[in-house]
């Protein structure tokens, strides 16, 4: 088993930048790809950025060069940069990790953090 927990929301103004984290626990050595996704008020999660274990990225165009995805040295760590936010990027960003035990893949999912962007 795997569990998320998502950090570093908060409000900010436009224009501003804020950093979230995502700290894995557990079975961390069953993780393939994670990624950051978001859902407004009204609107269906969506993705924001993936990245697999290889280190490969994609982005949604609307964050492309202003959102930066990475994972730090240990493997059980994810963080998203967030520059240069805009009020449509207020949301509840939320982290997945796909995992792979025992030969059977599940998904896993933070309970999410805040991002209120004022403009």
């Known amino acids: 088993q795997v569990q998320l927990v998502e950090s570093g929301g908060g409000l900010v103004q436009a224009g501003w930048s804020l950093r979230l984290s995502c700290v894995a626990s557990g079975s961390i050595f069953s993780i393939n790809t994670m990624g950051w996704y978001r859902q407004a008020p009204g609107n269906e999660r969506e993705l924001v950025a993936i990245i697999t274990t290889g280190g490969s990225t994609s982005y949604a165009d609307s964050v492309k060069g202003r959102f930066t995805i990475s994972r730090g040295s240990s493997k059980n760590t994810m963080y998203l940069q967030m520059d240069s936010l805009k009020p449509e990027d207020t949301a509840v960003y939320y982290c997945?990790?796909?995992?792979?035990?025992?030969?059977?893949?599940?998904?896993?999912w933070g309970q999410g953090t805040l991002v209120t962007v004022s403009s």
């Open positions: 997945r990790a796909t995992t792979t035990i025992r030969g059977r893949d599940s998904e896993v």
